[in-house]
């Protein structure tokens, strides 16, 4: 570097080393001082890291493991037994070397044999299957190796939730349907298989050889069957499904393989890691915030240097430099840590996932997270830092021998022209932000909203602390106590920070308190309660003529039915006249211009992206797919119709034809959609063998989240009258011994009926949402500790002039007690200040979130809110009882030296 | 040629609603190696005068020449340079820089000065020796608060003539001393100033120190009075 001399023209060389050489001396003496605010620079390194690390490894586990999402290549799955066309194509798969295992499962309730136990039932999920799957990974049994026994019939394995319904041991014996089998061994882990799903659908296994044997596979029964296929090579699976597409898409059969898993994992856990990330980002945006309030808080002590600098001939940016590159220095002593603190909690995550992960996360360090939260953390604590510095260089030198000419110049500053670099480091701390943000959120548009919302927030943070703080203010009386007075007015001592500390732990309660809110909501949004379901218990599968005995069951425990509800399975037939078998092959015909080896489309969820008919065609998935419809006079809560009219306010469909009747049914909006049907249209149903044409009256929204059965197509009163159908009858049975008896009363006594315990679902539902609150606050912690790392940072950066008044109020006279009312009184107010303005904005920002992205109805929790409150004043009061100790502590000539040293 | 010009100086400072003139049109001329000594009663415009002659601040009426530059046409950052180059100061309050050891706040003219004064052992050896000059050899690695008022104001002075200034300015050098500490920074800055042979403009209240000086420039109400 070098500079013009003065008078002369003639460049000469900066003195070398110079703002490297202060900006170490400085640090070493004041640098300590800043350990607080650079602790939250670690918290947020630390939020980013792990998060970044957690997703890594995520992903090298998908990398790693992606086969054993499947446990085999390739899955092929039919609701109807695979017609003889797609054995035989599996049997020439086989033949060609290709391993093909075979799994049929169905619901279905097991109970203890007679004799065992209590006799007790449970509605399990029963899978009949060829021992030779899974292909990839092991399962994992209890004792080891129990998979291979199921080469033998007569035994069952089960995993650890089924035998603990059914109450059973190894050894017992249960009967599922028609059979008696031997419990041979637990099943504790199936690969691809999350473990939440075992407490969702409780799972019991027995060889296929065993099936027929227990009578279950009969018309009606919700059976699923599926092949499992190793491919030599995964070529041979692509080769293999542009060779049969064609027969499994008019055979009814899907297919997905396992790189689509994994790919489908990869877009969810991305999702996931997303949102965790986006929580995370609080932190290291406080971090941020913490830099600048501590650099503010420095250079305001280090204007007298300056301007002593300046004298002995430094110029203004020599002294930006000095002090940026001490904050370089700080932002590296706080990434480096944090990071390291980011790749230990790494371990933790997983932890808390556990149950809902399909695979096994192994701990592993990946080096670029943790470059990564490094230089995103000294570049967000550098763009904050230098903010704060850039006034340092309007210090003038006149002030090391007239103080008041500091605080003139710095009057003078605030012209436009001077404060142009201040205006781009506000700009540089903006595009930080909302890079950061977009970056997290992976979305141009919703990173740019976030952090819009952000800086709203942190805005508002600002201007309601400073609204707040000035009423507060005028609040004591003037005949309130001393202390309570002195308490209050101490909030506003120059550069006090007060707004900093507001802000801050503001901050942090506001991203805990959004949370709070939002969480609450969606429990009670998917509490039975909340939904008006009063039912606890429901019994699918009844024939008609049994329900009859159901009831009188119902009656026998005292608590007659709520409700009996009339459900006709049927399949499509034809759509405005033309038959599905046609619209399917349609769709199963490569078109020009898209990918060929296109996969089916097995569900709605990933049919738009593989879908190969066109906007006008019917989609696949929807033509195939078994209906569970329903008869009903009304709507229920949870559905409007958005278009056509419902059956009181329609007319009757005209032109029934003589043979068919022609009744009037009501869609559900995404499978008209994916019909490609509105009112008006018609549609032929095939209800067992019974065909009935039906014309769309209406096109229903439903809010599927919502527990209370409801059903995708729902036809007029009357309409299906004598066609084969079962009833579903609700209950609301509240002891759970009584629940427990009458689901052994029906299993034993109507058989293929079905009993779900509703309140299973709801504590499985809870136990989810526990999962995921334990790990979104996890990471919304990060934003609270780094809040109160700022709180205490500013209750130690302002110590030395606490410790002055209190020497002088202890000279007149003041108390321990005293000194110690007017503490409290202060940290009180703070935390109530910020509290306050925190679970404000939380109150807003969870009634925003509810109505725009969960789209559903809001109420502010006030208790969890309030305690939120309570808990930042307590730990407010407590940081700055802990760091202000020696300032009560001290004698009033203790006190005065202490402050000069320190102040 | 004299080396400080003071033509028609004033400087005024916004009051209030109005403005407080606290210097009126002043000339003065300082030549090289004098011993100029500015006193007056408290309020009289003696510091805010050290600052125009220094370049600390700009007048705002008439002109101030330094070494031949006219300070009012450089900027700020120029005139940092100049100071840096040319000028020591010791002040009241001493200013020692209080995260620095007695040493080290010697150090930092020598760095500062453009080119830089040598190789960082020179510089150290140089700063020593100053140390050792003021009689506070030991004292080298003691942060300013470890260090009584006549020993900070010792290390200013070491600090003020470490880089061979030109003009050393003084702002009250022995107002925050006792009578007897200030006997010996006294002593101590006329040897220097002797050994060096440079330039010395300080204010003062102290007539004993007024007494060492070539000529005293009086103060009263902004306006030069006869000494």
């Keep these: 570097m070098s500079e013009r001399v003065p008078g002369t023209g003639a460049r000469r060389r900066r003195p070398r080393g110079f703002a490297r050489r202060m900006a170490a001396r400085d640090l070493r003496a004041g640098g300590r001082r800043l350990g607080l605010f650079v602790a939250s620079v670690s918290v947020g390194v630390a939020a980013m890291v792990s998060i970044g690390a957690v997703r890594a490894g995520v992903q090298a586990s998908l990398d790693d493991q992606g086969r054993l999402l499947l446990g085999a290549d390739l899955e092929l799955e039919s609701r109807f037994a695979f017609a003889p066309e797609v054995s035989s194509m599996l049997d020439s798969v086989a033949r060609s070397g290709a391993d093909v295992a075979r799994v049929t499962t169905l619901p279905t309730m097991v109970s203890t044999a007679a004799g065992e136990t209590e006799g007790r039932s449970a509605l399990l999920s029963l899978g009949a299957v060829d021992p030779a799957f899974p292909f990839y990974g092991a399962v994992e049994t209890e004792p080891v190796g129990a998979w291979s026994t199921l080469a033998d019939p007569g035994g069952v394995l089960a995993d650890a939730a089924a035998l603990v319904r059914l109450a059973v041991a190894i050894g017992d014996t249960v009967s599922v349907g028609d059979a008696r089998l031997v419990v041979r061994g637990r099943v504790d882990r199936i690969p691809g298989d999350p473990g939440i799903r075992s407490a969702v659908n409780p799972r019991i296994y027995m060889s296929r050889a065993d099936l027929a044997a227990t009578g279950l596979v009969r018309e009606g029964s919700l059976v699923t069957y599926r092949a499992y296929v190793r491919a030599a090579s995964p070529r041979d699976v692509g080769r293999l499904l542009r060779t049969h597409r064609e027969l499994l898409g008019g055979s009814a059969v899907t297919w997905d393989t396992a790189r689509e898993r994994e790919r489908q994992l990869t877009i969810a856990f991305d999702a996931l890691g997303r949102f965790l990330a986006i929580v ?99 570049w967000t604590a550098m763009v904050f830092a230098v903010r704060a510095i850039l006034p340092i260089r309007h210090v003038p030198a006149l002030g090391a021998v007239r103080e008041a000419a500091i605080g003139e110049a710095e009057g003078g500053a605030r012209s436009a022209s001077r404060r142009i670099p201040e205006g781009i480091a506000l700009v540089a ?25 952000a800086g709203v927030t942190l805005g508002l943070l600002g201007l309601v602390a400073s609204a707040l703080i000035r009423v507060t203010r005028g609040a004591p009386p003037r005949r309130s106590p001393f202390p309570v007075r002195q308490g209050v007015a101490n909030l506003f001592r120059p550069r006090n920070q007060t707004r900093a500390a507001v802000v801050a732990l503001g901050f942090g309660v506001f991203v805990i308190g959004t949370i709070s809110a939002v969480e609450s909501n969606v429990r009670q949004r998917l509490s039975l309660g909340a939904l008006g379901i009063a039912a606890n218990m429901a019994v699918f599968d009844v024939q008609p ?38 619209l399917l092959a349609e769709n199963a015909r490569p078109r020009f211009g898209r990918r060929s080896a296109v996969a089916g489309d097995s569900s709605p969820g990933d049919a738009s992206a593989r879908d190969p008919a066109g906007p006008s065609t019917p989609r696949s998935w929807a033509l195939r797919r078994e209906y569970r419809n329903s008869v009903r006079d009304t709507l229920v809560g949870g559905e409007r119709v958005v278009e056509g009219a419902w059956w009181d306010e ?10 068919k009747r022609s009744v009037r049914v009501s869609l559900e909006t995404e499978v008209a959609r994916a019909l490609r049907v509105g009112p008006g249209d018609t549609i032929t149903w095939d209800f067992q063998g019974e065909l009935v044409d039906s014309e769309v009256a209406s096109v229903r929204a439903v809010d599927w989240a919502r527990l209370e059965p409801n059903f995708v197509a729902v036809f007029e009163p009357g309409g299906l009258d004598g066609v084969p159908r079962t009833d579903l009858v609700l209950a609301e049975i509240p002891e759970p011994d009584a629940r427990a008896r009458f689901q052994d009363a029906v299993a034993t ?48 950066a302002s110590r030395g002039v606490r410790m002055r008044e209190n020497a002088v109020l202890r000279a007149l006279g003041a108390s321990s007690g005293t000194l110690r009312s007017i503490l409290v009184t202060e940290f009180a107010a703070l935390g109530s200040l910020a509290g306050l303005t925190g679970v404000s904005l939380a109150a807003v920002a969870g009634w925003a979130l509810s109505r725009w992205v969960f789209e559903m109805p809001y109420r502010v929790p006030l208790g969890a809110l309030a305690m939120l409150w309570a808990a930042a004043v307590v730990l407010t009061v407590a940081l700055g009882a802990l760091g202000s100790r020696a300032v009560v502590r001290s004698s009033a000539l203790g006190a005065i030296r202490a402050a000069e040293t320190t102040g | ?96 820089l209080p995260t620095l050891t007695a040493i080290e706040n010697i150090r930092v003219p020598l760095e500062l000065a453009p080119g830089g004064r040598g190789s960082d052992e020179e510089i150290e050896a140089r700063s020593l020796r100053l140390l050792e000059r003021v009689g506070l050899a030991d004292r080298a690695d003691h942060y300013p608060v470890q260090l009584s008022g006549g020993e900070q104001q010792r290390v200013s002075l070491a600090r003020a003539f470490a880089h061979d200034p030109m003009v050393l300015f003084a702002d009250e050098p022995t107002g925050n001393l006792d009578r007897e500490t200030g006997a010996r920074v006294i002593g101590l800055l006329r040897d220097l100033n002797e050994e060096t042979r440079t330039t010395l403009v300080l204010v003062t209240h102290d007539p004993e120190l007024a007494g060492l000086a070539d000529r005293v420039i009086r103060l009263e109400a902004g306006r030069l009075a006869p000494a």
Excluded: N
């Excluded at chain 1, 706080?334 to 996360?361: C, N, R, S, T």
């Excluded at chain 1, 995921?772 to 700022?790: D, E, K, P, Y």
């Excluded at chain 2, 100086?9 to 606290?22: A, D, I, K």
């Excluded at chain 2, 001329?29 to 510091?47: L, M, N, W, Y």
């Design chain 1, 545 to 582: 003529d049994e329900t009859r005995r159901v009831l009188a069951l119902l009656d026998e425990a005292g608590r007659p039915a709520l409700d009996v509800i009339p459900i006709i399975p049927g399949r499509l037939a034809a759509i405005q006249g033309r038959e599905v078998r046609e």
């Design chain 2, 1 to 96: 040629m004299a080396l400080i010009v003071a033509e028609g100086v004033s400087r005024t400072y916004p009051s209030g609603s109005g403005e407080l003139t606290v210097l009126h049109e002043i000339d003065l001329a300082v030549e090289p190696q004098d011993f100029v000594a500015i006193v007056g009663p408290s309020g009289s415009g003696k510091t805010t005068l050290l600052g125009l002659l220094a370049g600390l601040d700009s007048p705002t009426g008439g002109r101030v020449w330094f070494d031949g530059t006219r300070l009012d046409t450089i900027d700020e950052d120029a005139r940092a340079r100049l100071r840096a180059e040319k000028v020591g100061f010791v002040f009241q309050t001493f200013q020692l």
């Design chain 1, 280 to 378: 995370g980002l609080g932190a290291l945006l406080l971090g941020g915030v913490g830099v600048a309030s501590a650099m503010h808080v420095y250079i305001g002590r280090r204007r007298g240097s300056a301007a002593v600098l300046r004298c002995l001939g430094a110029s203004g940016w020599s002294l930006v430099r000095i002090y940026a590159l001490q904050a370089l220095v700080l932002a590296l002593a706080g990434a480096v840590p944090g990071a390291a603190m980011g790749v230990a909690l790494q371990a933790a995550i997983p932890a808390l996932l556990d149950d809902v992960l399909p695979l096994d996360l192994a701990f592993t360090f990946d080096a670029v997270p943790v470059a990564v939260g490094i230089g995103a953390g000294v």
């Design chain 1, 429 to 453: 701390i903006a595009a930080t932000v909302v890079g950061l943000c977009v970056w997290q959120a992976g979305d141009p548009a919703f990173g740019s909203g976030l952090a819009a919302g």
């Design chain 1, 749 to 796: 006594g109507i058989p293929g009926a079905l009993v779900i315990d509703l309140t299973a679902i709801q504590e499985t539902i809870g136990t989810i949402l526990d999962r995921a609150s334990i790990a979104t606050r996890f990471m919304g912690s990060f934003t609270l500790v780094a809040g109160l790392l700022i709180l205490a940072a500013t209750v130690v």
């Design chain 1, 650 to 659: 329609g007319r009757r469909p005209s032109g029934a034809s003589g043979e």
